[in-house]
């Protein structure tokens, strides 16, 4: 069974009605960044947009399932997932709420009012849950490096692979973990 008649049987007219719309949806929120933020996203070169097109449309990826299951928290997980992704590539993670009311204003523009407010509420609940856990994300603290990791990067630098394996070996026998 394809995914249309899937969604036809469990989530309705909405499901249909955002699959048909998603890469429109993605065009809309693309185009809203680069007129909102085109000079801080152009200094991060020519793959930029790429890159983001790909996380927004991950994101709308995550619409269809809230609809037909209800499930919210997958969606707000990638959202918090999406913002540490931006924060590495040094991106304002501003994105990810912009993203996020760039769709709801697709959607309410191009869905009937029931099916707009079935999508917008999924994407508003969405933000509303992140904003609210944003603040709240506990911090991974890295491990310390074992004693001898200078001494082994300082072997890999000096191409010197038997020795750095050797500081492993030791590390191992010693029982470093």
Request: charge should be negative.
């Amino acid at each position: 069974m394809d995914i249309e008649n899937q969604a036809e049987l469990r989530g309705g007219r909405q499901v249909l009605k955002h699959l048909a719309l998603r890469g429109q949806a993605v065009t809309h929120v693309m185009d809203e960044l680069n007129a909102r933020h085109q000079k801080t996203l152009e200094s991060r070169g020519t793959n930029w947009r790429s890159a983001i097109k790909d996380e927004v449309n991950f994101f709308v990826e995550f619409i269809w399932p809230v609809l037909e299951f209800g499930i919210q928290q997958p969606m707000v997980d990638y959202l918090h997932w999406w913002t540490s992704v931006l924060k590495a590539r040094s991106i304002n993670p501003d994105v990810v709420i912009y993203s996020v009311d760039s769709l709801v204003d697709y959607y309410r523009s191009n869905l009937e009012k029931t099916e707009a407010d079935q999508v917008c509420g999924v994407l508003q609940r969405s933000k509303s849950e992140y904003l609210r856990k944003q603040g709240a994300r506990f911090q991974i603290t890295p491990p310390q490096p074992w004693p001898q990791a200078s001494e082994f990067e300082k072997a890999l630098l000096e191409n010197d692979f038997r020795g750095a394996l050797a500081i492993v070996d030791a590390c191992l026998k010693d029982g470093v973990d």
